[in-house]
């Protein structure tokens, strides 16, 4: 998925059917720690690993440029800046789950993958939840502290149990059903608020499904995993604590900024609410809090996914999608595609409909009509959003000059004004399986052939048979005698070796194509010649 019409420079190597840039040897910059096994992988697989952890803002805008891969965590900001004068950048890996301190929406402007590694620290944050859910009950850390001061304090630092008391979970994602099971073989009452999970689904784990309002009202216990959005920074602030029970103790190990800090230690300084046990911070690192100066809080320093477990498979997967990313395969774990994979048996798919988009993009001089994108037969059994997006990428990959990937393409076609409609049906055709791309009176249809390979088998409603090539020409022209050899002669004249022909006929008496592939592209002198043939009435280069 790597962006695919620009110059890359020496180490890009030219897709020879599907136009697409794959990266040979890659510059990754590390801005951050990752793990070792990580970075192994990434030169094992021949990239370049360039290590540089704890850059400044300025540091990272001089390291950058030229760098084709960047790896972070959560400190380093990749800004729209940052993004700017990233002139070779393919790929942003968060070797975590968040990606509050990356410009998505930068990026994916500029057609910058952007990917993370959401399932490498799920369990190491739902036992960290526990974790800290069990040293606010129990005043653990405070306790400890009290003791080691030489100083017995039994009574001062009684707990209460969890055994049937009410567990409310904002954000009953993965890492929230962890929590989930963990509390209920305490034996803790759990419901749950999230307007994207049904409540057959939340049975399942024993979670009934509330409200907000009414998990403030019966929570003795609240736990958040949800991201950090516009809509839930300050979620947990003065206006839900004042509805709060009493004793309700608060534990954050999702996103800093979700709960208000100094809304929040006014509570528990009041007494409003019972306590607090908080893992993320709005502004991190930090050593500075509201929170810090109260007995009845337990902090920790962003501690969620640091066990060796998952900094091991976070390390390791982000090293994956970025190589994925690198090679212009799909990227599961992309967060600014809109696709989804697809099965072993669609994958020559995904280079046989990039290849068409970039074909149609010589066939069309302009784009009155909407672009329509068939698919019929068994290519319709599969997620075609993203052959759609491959269509996208190598339409634009050719008519415009700006990089295209997977990423910018619909934003492309946005921007240019083009309707894109998809069509997807089942019902048989002549074909097993058949994509076409249109839009007016132009036309481009290809299947898969046995053997796994592309082969177009329609132009502009003319039925040919020819496997897509790198180099190709279409000459349409009066059905008359002697015109394929008026072809040939030109074309070899000019130094051009003809590797593959096929003609392709309408009705007897109306005008033929042919469809021609050659060894090196068809230059425009040679074209202009092929257009004073008299009977031949149109020359498209696909080069």
């Not at 009290?146 to 209460?160: F, I, M, P, T, Y």
Request: aromatic residues 4%.
């Amino acid at each position: 998925m790597s962006l695919s019409p620009s110059d890359r420079g020496a180490i890009c190597d030219q897709g020879a059917l599907d136009g697409a840039i794959v990266i040979g040897v890659a510059r990754v910059l590390v801005a951050e720690e990752i793990a070792e096994s990580g970075l192994q992988a990434l030169r094992d697989a021949g990239h370049e690993v360039d290590i540089r952890t704890g850059m400044s803002e300025g540091e990272l805008l001089d390291a950058v440029p030229g760098a084709h891969a960047l790896i972070i965590r959560s400190s380093t900001q990749v800004t729209a800046d940052v993004l700017a004068v990233a002139d070779q950048l393919v790929v942003v890996g968060r070797a975590g789950i968040g990606l509050d301190n990356v410009d998505v929406p930068a990026a994916t402007a500029k057609g910058v993958l952007v990917v993370n590694a959401p399932q490498s620290n799920t369990l190491s944050a739902a036992e960290h939840t526990m974790a800290l859910l069990l040293a606010q009950a129990r005043n653990v850390p405070q306790a400890h502290s009290a003791l080691v001061q030489g100083r017995w304090e039994r009574s001062k630092w009684n707990g209460v149990e969890l055994s049937g008391k009410t567990l409310g979970i904002v954000g009953l994602g993965q890492i929230g059903r962890l929590v989930a099971q963990r509390a209920h073989a305490f034996g803790m009452r759990l419901v749950a608020y999230d307007p994207f999970v049904s409540e057959d689904s939340a049975k399942k784990l024993s979670v009934a499904m509330v409200s907000l309002d009414e998990i403030a009202a019966e929570a003795d216990f609240l736990t958040l995993h949800l991201a950090k959005t516009p809509e839930t920074l300050g979620l947990i602030g003065t206006e839900f604590l004042a509805k709060a029970k009493p004793n309700l103790r608060v534990i954050n190990v999702a996103r800093g900024g979700i709960v208000d800090e100094a809304a929040l230690a006014a509570a528990v300084e009041a007494g409003q609410i019972a306590g607090a046990a908080i893992d993320v911070f709005d502004s991190e690192p930090t050593t500075e809090s509201p929170l810090f100066a109260l007995d009845s809080v337990v902090v920790t320093p962003h501690l969620g996914a640091s066990t060796q477990e998952a900094q091991d498979k976070a390390g390791v997967t982000i090293a994956e999608q970025v190589q994925l990313a690198l090679a212009n395969e799909f990227v599961p774990f992309a967060v600014n595609i809109d696709a989804a994979a697809v099965a072993e048996d669609g994958r020559p798919f995904i280079a046989l409909a990039e290849t068409l988009g970039r074909l149609f993009g010589g066939l069309v001089t302009s784009m009155d009509s909407p672009l329509d994108i068939t698919y019929q037969g068994e290519v319709a059994e599969h997620d075609t959003r993203l052959f759609t997006l491959a269509v996208l990428k190598g339409f634009f990959g050719r008519t415009g000059g700006d990089p295209v990937s997977y990423v910018n393409a619909p934003q492309r076609a946005e921007a240019a004004g083009i309707d894109v409609r998809e069509t997807v049906t089942q019902t048989p055709t002549d074909y097993v399986d058949l994509i076409t791309v249109s839009s007016g009176d132009r036309s481009i249809s290809a299947m898969i052939d046995q053997r796994g390979d592309g082969r177009l088998v329609e132009i502009d409603g003319y039925s040919v048979d020819v496997p897509p090539a790198e180099h190709m020409l279409l000459v349409r022209n009066e059905d008359i005698p002697g015109m394929i050899g008026l072809v040939g002669t030109i074309l070899g004249e000019g130094g051009i070796n003809i590797d593959d022909m096929r003609v392709g006929r309408d009705r007897k008496g109306e005008p033929s194509i042919m469809v021609i592939s050659t060894a090196r592209p068809v230059v425009a002198g040679a074209q202009k010649t092929l257009l004073e043939i008299d009977g031949v009435l149109e020359v498209v280069s696909f080069s």
